[in-house]
């Protein structure tokens, strides 16, 4: 016997297949054996090892699928080495696993499983026949059960296990749910359920969803990183768990995160879940309670920071890069905020690196108020803008808002800064405080005598815009947007904390103190408000209308760095999604609903400007680069296996 792997068996030209012989159990389990005629006439037996579906029938001219250049396709941003974006949706695929995946073993594979969705012909071609109940129905039909099943479940925590669940089990109906039901399962399968998710995540867990990385592997990474089954990934999402959410640090559980952010970029931006790989660093934590719990994962000793921490950081920075090459996306999320800062100036010109707390959550606001200025007026620069909050948000906000005033003015970058102004823990930040204040705080010290509060702030600055990031519930109060209020006709507010109870102020505060007037966007979703016989609809500037458009984006021109040009790029793209009906409804982001249109848009301008500034790899650059970005995008509808 010939043992080969994948990539020269498809190099192998001068071989043709006459045949996939029938398994018996034991061959079923080990692996596909293809008999097969080699170059002098006589046959053999060759061994194929293929990790994902593949498709071995002939094209209509006769050539084999698997003959086909794979970089002559792309889908969903990942190179189609197996054939299955070469077909067609109708087009049978053979669904290979490390073996063809059939009986039992196939109604466990969640990446083809189809549940009661397996027509006759398969259940007689899998050996499925006796393992399922005799009904065939549709993908349609098991989406209104599993939706009208969750929807019983009163308690949003039973909701987030039941699509766990159903992603474990059956990926396709997963994504096809969320996609399908985008506005009504997102707050359920990110923020604000995942908060709780990772708080009670030991006890919830069922097995594992992403790779874990310990102090006990430091040495061993790349070692590590091999061990996950698929090999062509493209966008890793990492965290250490040290600033989940609102919610501090929940150490190793905070992998809710990483997963719910790349069942995102599947969902929303079209990226195959099979190129996408969530992360945990776990370095301890210094969360008492964890410690304490019998349930808690992860390592129970006190986080490792300084030389011991870098080192290990470093080393898993490297381990990627060698592992899946350049042009992988590496995503920071809910690191405290010295390591943020930190991570990305040390990695940003080395590595194709993106932190979301900082880059997506600037970028998204930044959506946001390009579009406010179309009810409020003005230009950028005419605004004042007052942060409560001076963390990795607030402080990347501001500086994606003075690189756009810096663009559309041509004025310098340490200028447009002047015009916004920061409240931390010890109130305005100012000239008089500037020894005291961390690197990343001293570009928004300005001359200003010292004030306290966040209500004396806003009567000293009279801001246009409010922008709470704070992590702080209820910081917004009656007197503070009262006072907004009192001085512009429109106040913009912006209570961007997640998860809902960690945010600065309602909805419904909001449209009540400000007597119907404030134009009021939230991280987390709020339900519509009535007032004075008005129904208001809250915007939610929520991160999801960046990352998954932009990580796309990334992804289809072979981008090997981001460039802040790509954030205002994406910006603008989102802002030019929002329609004079949403505005009308007092709206400043576009509606869920569209989200993988808008994502496209997003990638198509990103793309665009990665091509305008020399950092795309993928040539030639496509002529209308929106059909390009949808014709990329995965899509969760059933195969037909031969």
């Known amino acids: 016997m010939i043992s080969l792997n994948r990539s020269s068996f498809l190099n192998n030209n001068s071989t043709s297949l006459s045949g996939i012989s029938r398994f018996s159990n034991t061959q079923r389990k080990a692996s596909a054996v293809v008999v097969a005629v080699s170059s002098n006439g006589r046959p053999g037996e060759r061994k194929i090892r293929a990790v994902m579906e593949s498709t071995l029938k002939e094209t209509r001219e006769g050539a084999s699928v698997l003959d086909l250049d794979p970089k002559s396709t792309v889908g969903g941003g990942v190179e189609d080495t197996h054939g299955e974006d070469t077909a067609s949706e109708d087009h049978p695929i053979t669904p290979w696993t490390y073996s063809v995946a059939s009986g039992y073993t196939l109604l466990r594979d969640p990446h083809h499983n189809k549940g009661l969705a397996f027509s006759e012909k398969e259940r007689d071609a899998h050996y499925l026949r006796g393992l399922l109940p005799p009904a065939v129905v549709s993908q349609e039909l098991q989406e209104r059960k599993i939706m009208n099943n969750i929807r019983q479940y009163n308690v949003p925590l039973q909701r987030y296990v039941a699509m766990m669940d159903l992603q474990e089990r059956n990926a396709r109906l997963f994504y096809k749910l969320l996609i399908d039901h985008v506005e009504e399962l997102l707050p359920v399968v990110y923020t604000p359920t995942v908060g709780e998710a990772c708080q009670k995540y030991g006890s919830i867990f069922r097995r594992p969803q992403g790779l874990y990385v310990s102090l006990k592997e430091k040495g061993r990474i790349l070692e590590v990183l091999k061990n996950w089954p698929e090999k062509s990934i493209q966008v890793i999402v990492v965290t250490d768990g040290e600033r989940i959410l609102g919610l501090g640090d929940l150490g190793c559980q905070g992998m809710g995160i990483p997963v719910g952010k790349l069942a995102l970029y599947t969902a929303l931006g079209g990226v195959r879940p099979s190129s996408c790989l969530p992360v945990t660093i776990d370095v301890g934590t210094n969360n008492e309670q964890l410690l304490k719990d019998e349930f808690y994962i992860g390592l129970r000793q006190k986080r490792a920071t300084g030389q011991e921490y870098a080192e290990l950081l470093h080393e898993f920075m490297c381990a990627v890069k060698q592992n899946y090459g350049e042009k992988v996306l590496i995503q920071f999320e809910d690191f405290a905020n010295h390591n943020a800062f930190e991570l990305l100036a040390k990695y940003r010109t080395t590595h194709l690196v993106f932190n979301d707390d900082i880059q997506g959550t600037a ?280």
């Open 363 to 642: 970028s998204v606001v930044l959506a946001g108020l390009v579009a406010a200025l179309k009810l409020v007026g003005g230009t950028l620069a005419e605004h004042t803008f007052l942060f409560l909050g001076a963390g990795e948000a607030g402080t990347g906000i501001a500086e994606l808002i003075a690189l756009e005033m810096s663009r559309q003015t041509k004025a310098p970058l340490e200028e447009s800064r002047k015009k916004i102004w920061l409240v931390d823990s010890k109130g305005l930040i100012v000239n008089s405080r500037k020894e005291s204040l961390q690197q990343f705080k001293k570009p928004w010290a300005h001359e200003h005598e010292p004030v306290k509060t966040l209500l004396d702030a806003v009567n000293a600055i009279k801001p246009t815009v409010l922008i709470g990031s704070s992590g702080a519930g209820q910081t917004f109060t009656k007197e503070v947007v009262e006072a907004m209020a009192s001085f512009n006709e429109k106040p913009v507010v912006l209570a961007l904390s997640n998860p809902t109870s960690q945010s600065e102020c309602t909805a419904e505060q909001a449209y009540t103190w400000s007597k119907g007037r404030a134009i009021f966007a939230s991280g987390s979703p709020f339900d519509p408000v009535e007032y004075d016989g008005k129904v208001f609809v809250p915007g939610q500037a929520n991160n999801a209308y960046i990352f998954p458009g932009l990580g796309l984006g990334l992804i289809i021109s072979g981008a090997i760095r981001v460039h802040d040009d790509m954030l205002l790029a994406a910006s603008e793209a989102l802002a030019a999604q929002v329609t004079q009906e949403n505005f009308n409804k007092g709206l400043i982001y576009p509606p869920f609903s569209n989200i993988r249109k808008i994502s496209a848009h997003i990638a198509a301008s990103v793309a665009a400007k990665a091509y305008e500034l020399g950092l795309a790899t993928r040539l030639p650059q496509p002529e209308n680069l929106v059909e390009y970005a949808e014709s990329c995008m995965y899509s969760p509808a059933y195969r037909n296996y031969r």
